[in-house]
């Protein structure tokens, strides 16, 4: 149920601090980050053999200002060693590509501008967690009920959470349309091999997807 305690209000607009990929080789993965992306204060890892094959369920996506950006960010993640799942190309909506990493996430960079309008950079705007689930509708009650705020919501195929003083963003996606936006095929088993660390506690969503406390 929402609760009326300020201080968890504070702690639930502070939702995720970072997430964890669970790789199987960490000293491989940090490079690879490292290499690709710059993310080391939203993004961390940490081993893993749990079992895990075909779409884990989830892609982060990173949003930049202009497309040499994108261009900039895809290159660096193929030269480090990621997998091109959708080459970068202009589409209605703007200019992006996907990328698989080593560890098997996947990555869409994408920026809204058609066009340069400064020099390039690898700077990123925002960068977004989209959980691929089974029922937006539920999923999206089930947040609800934990305290976090509705931003945009479009019926029952996606739904964006208003958390202004959160590190990374949260979007829920029907599973079967993610994968298609990933270029992957929607089957998969095993783990998401994800974790979401914030102020929300430590619970399993609906679509198993785990959260845990930030420690102090």
């Known amino acids: 149920m929402p609760t009326s305690d300020p201080a968890i209000h504070q702690a639930i607009q502070q939702a995720i601090h970072h997430v964890v990929l669970e790789v199987p080789d960490t000293t491989e993965a940090e490079v690879f980050y490292k290499s690709a992306f710059e993310l080391d204060d939203v993004v961390r890892v940490r081993e893993s053999r749990r079992p895990t094959s075909g779409f884990r369920g989830f892609t982060l996506s ?3 200002s202009q497309p040499s950006a994108v261009d900039r960010l895809v290159g660096a993640a193929l030269a480090a060693g990621a997998a091109a799942l959708k080459p970068v190309a202009t589409s209605f909506w703007g200019y992006g590509g996907v990328v698989q990493a080593p560890d098997g996430s996947i990555w869409k960079v994408a920026s809204s501008a058609k066009k340069d309008s400064g020099p390039p950079t690898r700077e990123v705007d ?3 967690l989209l959980l691929g689930v089974d029922d937006v509708k ?5 947040y609800a009920g934990r305290g976090l705020k509705v931003g945009k919501s479009y019926g029952s195929k996606y739904v964006e959470f208003e958390l202004p003083d959160s590190r990374l963003k949260l979007a829920l996606y029907g599973r079967r349309a993610l994968a298609k936006d990933a270029g992957v095929p929607p089957e998969g088993s095993g783990s998401h091999g994800l974790a979401i660390v914030g102020g929300c ?3 399993t969503d609906p ?8 420690a102090e």
Request: proline content about 0%.
């Open 207 to 214: 679509d198993g997807f785990a959260w845990e406390a930030l």
């Open 62 to 64: 990173l949003v930049v």
């Open 201 to 203: 506690g430590t619970f």
């Open 126 to 128: 925002d960068v977004v």
């Open 138 to 142: 539920a999923t999206k009650r089930f």
